[in-house]
C-alpha cells in the first residue's frame, strides 16, 4: 500500500530535497483519508487558496515555490514520498504564500480538519508531533532560501552547482544532468543569462563542459564564491 521512500528522479534537481518517511503510525490512519490524485504538472495549490486538508504524500514529488514582488516564481524545495502537506494551513488557518506545483504524477491521502483535531491527534499524539516537526523543517529551509534569493545570481548559482555536484553525491549522480538548461529551468532565468554565467566560470577555471555537462574542476574556488563571498 505504500511506497518505499525513493531517491528524486534526474528531471528536477533544485534543493533542498525534504526525503520523508512513512512511519508506522502513519499506516495506521491511512484508512481514515481520501486518496487523492494529481497528473503531473498540477497547481495543487496557488497563493491566496487555503487548503482544505492535511496530505500525506505517498508517491511522486511536488515542487513548492516562493513568489517574487513582480509575481515571478523561484524554487524553495521539493517533496517526496512520506512528506506532509499544508499542516501550516491546518494549524494556523492562513491561505497559501506559495506555489505548489506537482514535478510528477502524485498520490496522497488527505485528512481533513475535523479528522485530525476530532480523532486522529486525541489517538495518534506522536502525529501531531510530526506536524509540528514538518513546520519547524520548512521554515528553516524557508529563511535558508530567502537569504540565498537576495545574493548575487551568479553566486546563487555558483551555490546550485555545488550543492547538487557535492551535497548529494551519495544518493544520486547530479553531474549527468547538470546542464545549463537545468540551471535555466530552476532558476527562470534566459538561456544567454545562464550561458553568460557558466561561461564566466568556466573561464575562471571553476568548472568546463564535458559535452554539455557542467562539470567542476576547482572545487575549493567554487566553494570559496558560493559560500564565503
Not at 514538518?134 to 546563487?156: C, D, G, H, Q, W
Not at 573561464?203 to 557542467?214: L, N
Amino acid at each position: 500500500m505504500f511506497p518505499e521512500k525513493k531517491i528524486p528522479p534526474k528531471g528536477f534537481c533544485n534543493t533542498p530535497w525534504l526525503l520523508g518517511e512513512i512511519h508506522s503510525y502513519m499506516k495506521n490512519i491511512y484508512h481514515m483519508g481520501r486518496e487523492v490524485f494529481w497528473p503531473k504538472n498540477s497547481i495543487v495549490v496557488s497563493p491566496g487558496n487555503p487548503f482544505d486538508a492535511l496530505y500525506l504524500l505517498l508517491d511522486g514529488m511536488i515542487g513548492i515555490y516562493g513568489v517574487h514582488k513582480d509575481d515571478s516564481r523561484y524554487p524553495l524545495w521539493i517533496m517526496c514520498p512520506g512528506n506532509l502537506l499544508g499542516e501550516n494551513a491546518l494549524l494556523c488557518r492562513r491561505p497559501s504564500v506559495r506555489y505548489i506545483e506537482t514535478l510528477e504524477d502524485c498520490r496522497a491521502v488527505a485528512f481533513s480538519p475535523e479528522l485530525m483535531f476530532g480523532k486522529i491527534i486525541p489517538q495518534y499524539p506522536e502525529i501531531g508531533l510530526a506536524v509540528m516537526e514538518n513546520m519547524a523543517v520548512k521554515a528553516f529551509i524557508i529563511s535558508r532560501r530567502e537569504l540565498e534569493f537576495n545574493l548575487p545570481l551568479t553566486v546563487r548559482i555558483a551555490m546550485f552547482i555545488y550543492i547538487c555536484t557535492f551535497e548529494h553525491e551519495s544518493i544520486t549522480a547530479p553531474v549527468a544532468f547538470l546542464t545549463v538548461d537545468r540551471i535555466m529551468s530552476t532558476f527562470h532565468i534566459k538561456k544567454n543569462t545562464a550561458c553568460l554565467i557558466v561561461n564566466k566560470l568556466v573561464r575562471a577555471g571553476i568548472v568546463r563542459f564535458e559535452d554539455s555537462r557542467i562539470v567542476v574542476q576547482d572545487r575549493a574556488r567554487l566553494e570559496g564564491l558560493a559560500f564565503v563571498s
